[in-house]
């Protein structure tokens, strides 16, 4: 994977932290931040006093608060947990998807390897990188793009490990049975989200209590479930944020039971907003019909260009180089006719959008694809209907993080945190280097700021 940054380079530049000084004072040791994730929590609904989040508000209440966090392009989850840990763009850090793109060649369609090593997907130096290095502990649980992450000490992954340390901790203490994580693999025996995320929490607790660790990432996931199964501010998307509040408050007391809380910040945010979707666009079927692809139902098997959807947004490639001249005028052409279809940009122009471009990532598509509100894009290729009813589909993410509807949720609290206050916007580009701080490390490179405002003197 082409990137600004390529692997062995960044390799390099963590080997040189001996020779190139990264931490601003001696670590603290003695201090804990907790980073929780509760995927998918736009700020339009935090907004709604009718949304019962007792421990979330108290946190609020006890720190600080922003009306709106700007998320980064595109508006997914991979990619957005990943700018709130390096405190870059995806330009940057490399990620354009949930999982790594795969270009298969021979004129087949390209492919998502979605549990990739992180230092093949990530090319920019993480928090937990520069934690690790200057001697602090780090821990994650249902964090992405970090598998198999040697600066992470203790994990319990989406996909937990049966013969992992932590999950074997975790059977002898009784906090979790061998079923639990049969339960939690993929495939048509995985549990709910609720028992999911019910999990990934205890297992960041157990990590809390039993090791202490000075960073802690922690990621929910139902509440993004729910919104795309019935849509953002329905009946069930209350029940799941009120769920998540709970996780949450569960989290709080084990610190609380832990007699840390004194030396503990907490740092709630998320990956995107979310948006309502009555109608879904299919661009492979509108490449299928110009004969720009071919397949046996709803999946593309060879393919002069592809177009690899992410909700609201979609990226399209030109996969024969030797037609790509005549094909990209032809492409732009065809989607800006297309219905749904509210911006067609070139791919070259994705620093713009802070993403890269195809020559910098080849993850990058030759166009990007956005979506007018109400409308998302779908893979399938089969039917002849480029436009469908969302059918079990009720919202989703991927549009321009210009939108507001795509703001999301921001808390600080605890130790180092002023109380009381309410901030109009921050960036997820300024949560890693205000962690940094926090933690008395500093964060190389990064483009968003520290929030000094919110810092206590």
């Given at each position: 994977?082409?990137?600004?940054?390529?692997?062995?380079?960044?390799?390099?530049?963590?080997?040189?932290?001996?020779?190139?000084?990264?931490?601003?004072?001696?670590?603290?040791?003695?201090?804990?931040?907790?980073?929780?994730?509760?995927?998918?929590?736009?700020?339009?609904?935090?907004?709604?006093?009718?949304?019962?989040?007792?421990?979330?508000?108290?946190?609020?209440?006890?720190?600080?608060?922003?009306?709106?966090?700007?998320?980064?392009?595109?508006?997914?989850?991979?990619?957005?947990?990943?700018?709130?840990?390096?405190?870059?763009?995806?330009?940057?850090?490399?990620?354009?998807?949930?999982?790594?793109?795969?270009?298969?060649?021979?004129?087949?369609?390209?492919?998502?390897?979605?549990w990739?090593?992180?230092?093949r997907?990530?090319?920019a130096?993480?928090?937990?990188?520069?934690?690790?290095?200057?001697?602090?502990?780090?821990?994650?649980s249902?964090?992405?793009?970090?598998?198999?992450?040697?600066?992470?000490?203790?994990?319990?992954?989406?996909?937990?490990?049966?013969?992992?340390?932590?999950?074997?901790?975790?059977?002898?203490?009784?906090?979790?049975?061998?079923?639990?994580?049969?339960?939690?693999?993929?495939?048509?025996?995985?549990?709910?989200?609720?028992?999911?995320?019910?999990?990934?929490?205890?297992?960041?607790?157990?990590?809390?209590?039993?090791?202490?660790?000075?960073?802690?990432?922690?990621?929910?996931?139902?509440?993004?479930?729910?919104?795309?199964?019935?849509?953002?501010?329905?009946?069930a998307?209350?029940?799941a944020?009120?769920?998540?509040?709970?996780?949450?408050?569960?989290?709080?007391?084990?610190?609380?039971?832990?007699?840390?809380?004194?030396?503990?910040?907490f740092?709630?945010?998320?990956?995107?907003?979310?948006?309502?979707?009555?109608?879904?666009?299919?661009?492979?079927?509108?490449?299928?019909?110009?004969?720009?692809?071919?397949?046996?139902?709803?999946?593309?098997?060879?393919?002069?260009?592809?177009?690899?959807?992410?909700?609201?947004?979609?990226?399209?490639?030109?996969?024969?180089?030797?037609?790509?001249?005549?094909?990209?005028?032809?492409?732009?052409?065809?989607f800006?006719?297309?219905?749904?279809?509210?911006?067609?940009?070139?791919?070259?122009?994705?620093?713009?959008?802070?993403?890269?471009?195809?020559?910098?990532?080849?993850?990058?598509?030759?166009?990007?694809?956005?979506?007018?509100?109400?409308?998302?894009?779908?893979?399938?290729?089969?039917?002849?209907?480029?436009?469908?009813?969302?059918?079990?589909?009720?919202?989703?993410?991927?549009?321009?993080?210009?939108?507001p509807?795509?703001?999301?949720?921001?808390?600080?609290?605890?130790?180092?945190?002023?109380?009381?206050?309410?901030?109009?916007?921050?960036?997820?580009?300024?949560?890693?280097?205000?962690?940094?701080?926090?933690?008395?490390?500093?964060?190389?490179?990064?483009?968003?700021?520290?929030?000094?405002?919110i810092?206590?003197?």
């Amino acid at each position: 994977m082409k990137s600004t940054l390529s692997p062995i380079l960044f390799s390099l530049c963590l080997l040189a932290g001996s020779a190139v000084p990264v931490v601003s004072a001696p670590p603290a040791k003695d201090r804990h931040v907790i980073l929780i994730s509760l995927d998918g929590f736009p700020a339009w609904l935090w907004k709604d006093e009718s949304l019962l989040l007792p421990n979330l508000r108290k946190l609020a209440a006890a720190g600080v608060s922003a009306k709106a966090l700007t998320v980064s392009n595109p508006s997914i989850t991979w990619i957005n947990h990943t700018t709130l840990v390096t405190g870059v763009n995806p330009r940057k850090h490399g990620v354009l998807f949930n999982g790594l793109l795969v270009r298969q060649g021979d004129e087949k369609p390209p492919k998502i390897e979605q549990w990739a090593d992180k230092t093949r997907l990530v090319f920019a130096p993480t928090i937990y990188d520069i934690a690790h290095e200057a001697g602090l502990t780090t821990a994650e649980s249902d964090w992405v793009a970090v598998t198999r992450a040697k600066t992470i000490d203790w994990s319990f992954a989406e996909i937990p490990n049966p013969e992992g340390v932590v999950e074997k901790e975790m059977f002898a203490s009784g906090l979790a049975k061998p079923e639990d994580i049969a339960w939690m693999q993929m495939g048509p025996a995985r549990k709910s989200v609720t028992f999911l995320d019910n999990m990934w929490t205890r297992a960041a607790i157990h990590m809390f209590k039993a090791h202490k660790p000075n960073l802690l990432l922690f990621h929910t996931l139902n509440t993004d479930a729910t919104h795309h199964a019935y849509g953002p501010g329905s009946m069930a998307s209350f029940t799941a944020l009120e769920y998540a509040d709970r996780l949450v408050g569960d989290l709080v007391k084990a610190v609380d039971e832990s007699g840390l809380r004194d030396k503990t910040t907490f740092i709630i945010a998320t990956d995107h907003g979310f948006k309502k979707v009555t109608k879904l666009i299919l661009p492979n079927v509108a490449l299928r019909k110009a004969e720009l692809a071919k397949g046996v139902g709803p999946i593309v098997h060879t393919c002069d260009a592809y177009a690899m959807t992410q909700g609201g947004m979609s990226f399209v490639y030109v996969n024969n180089p030797a037609r790509r001249a005549e094909l990209l005028p032809k492409l732009k052409e065809l989607f800006a006719q297309t219905e749904g279809i509210d911006r067609v940009i070139d791919g070259n122009d994705g620093p713009t959008l802070g993403m890269p471009t195809p020559a910098e990532n080849q993850g990058m598509g030759d166009l990007v694809l956005y979506a007018k509100t109400g409308y998302a894009f779908k893979n399938d290729a089969g039917g002849d209907a480029v436009i469908t009813p969302a059918v079990n589909y009720g919202g989703t993410h991927g549009y321009l993080n210009s939108d507001p509807e795509l703001d999301g949720i921001f808390i600080a609290s605890g130790r180092g945190i002023k109380p009381g206050g309410t901030l109009e916007r921050v960036a997820n580009l300024d949560v890693a280097p205000t962690i940094a701080r926090l933690m008395g490390i500093a964060l190389p490179n990064a483009e968003g700021r520290v929030l000094e405002e919110i810092l206590a003197k």
